[in-house]
């Protein structure tokens, strides 16, 4: 499976961006669909995931109310609409995929089978 992720840019606060992640190869496999970010000198941490079968969603509580993940899968695309937009949610953002799914509780960053290049968001304030 291969990620392509698209839609990042400079953004003043309170603005909004969409990110993009199209999912091509063996698409068929992958159950989950995720968002991570990581900001310069921080880990890598979790954003946001959906699922396919049942469109499940999970959100970080840093992101909750402002952020929305959707999925289209006639186009094996799933995306990020980022509204309200802070200067701390300046990060790299990366999508991934899983051939796993769970309901109670969002996949771990180690769960994720494939990886796209990430997609750099910057907010000013």
């Known amino acids: 499976v291969q990620l392509q992720a698209s839609g990042g840019g400079l953004v003043q606060a309170g603005g909004s961006l969409r990110l993009s992640c199209a999912a091509s190869g063996r698409t068929f496999s992958v159950e989950t669909m995720g968002w991570f970010r990581q900001a310069p000198g921080k880990e890598r941490e979790f954003v946001a995931d959906?699922?396919?079968?049942?469109?499940?969603?999970f959100y970080a509580d840093s992101v909750k109310g402002r952020f929305t993940i959707s999925r289209d899968n006639a186009k094996n695309t799933v995306y990020l609409q980022m509204n309200s937009l802070k200067p701390e949610d300046t990060a790299v953002y990366y999508c991934?995929?899983?051939?796993?799914?769970?309901?109670?509780?969002?996949?771990?960053?180690?769960?994720?089978?494939?990886w796209g290049q990430g997609t750099q968001v910057t907010v000013s304030s």
């Open positions: 959906i699922t396919w079968t049942r469109s499940r969603t």
């Open positions: 991934a995929a899983a051939r796993d799914g769970r309901l109670g509780v969002p996949l771990a960053l180690h769960e994720y089978d494939y």
